[in-house]
């Protein structure tokens, strides 16, 4: 398929040709009217006129033809470009779908390691030193390692799809989860 630039040319290249012999062809016409209505014409100079006006009719032929295959090879052109435009309008939707639904998974994520953060303070906040108390720790320690591998993992997606935002937001939430499931390790560590 010949480039895009090479069919403009041909295109505005054809298309001055083309008014460039309609303009004769009007000139040719108005002399050619000048021996019909009687006017001091010679018969040689009419016939040169009539020969003139073939071969011009037979540039603008050439030239339609050129224009034509110019049109068509743009037609073609516009018609890949909105192909390929139609595909990447598919493929962004996609991508903004995988995104938006990683987004939401990251959000519940974050709301489910407030929640258990908030547990885990009502824990920390009632002073009390009790064996009940300490036994609700190991719970709470199994919880943040399972978020903080579901932050892993929300990571390893954001990071295939190359959503860079979230998989930095993912990796921070999984590296707080892991050193807050450290310190609850060390606590429980210290009281057995």
Not at 17 to 26: C, G, I, K, S, V
Not at 116 to 126: C, K, R, T
Not at 168 to 190: P, Q
């Amino acid at each position: 398929m010949p480039s895009g630039n090479n069919d403009s040319g041909l295109l505005s290249e054809s298309a001055r040709t083309l008014e460039n012999d309609f303009d004769e062809m009007e000139r040719i016409r108005a002399s050619l009217a000048k021996f019909n209505s009687g006017a001091e014409i010679n018969l040689e100079q009419a016939q040169k006129l009539l020969a003139k006006f073939g071969e011009t009719g037979l540039r603008i032929a050439d030239q339609l033809q050129v224009l034509t295959r110019a049109l068509d090879g743009g037609r073609e052109r516009a018609e890949a470009a909105r192909e390929q435009v139609a595909q990447a309008v598919e493929l962004i939707q996609k991508k903004n779908q995988q995104r938006l639904a990683l987004a939401e998974r990251l959000q519940a994520l974050a709301q489910r390691v407030g929640q258990v953060s908030a547990s885990l303070g009502e824990i920390s906040q009632s002073g009390q030193d009790n064996a009940e108390q300490r036994g609700k720790l190991p719970g709470f320690q199994d919880q943040l390692a399972a978020l903080a591998d579901e932050a892993v993992k929300i990571r390893e997606e954001a990071k295939a799809e190359r959503f860079k935002d979230l998989e930095r937001e993912a990796d921070t939430m999984a590296d707080r989860l892991k050193f807050s499931g450290k310190k609850i390790r060390k606590v429980v560590a210290a009281q057995q």
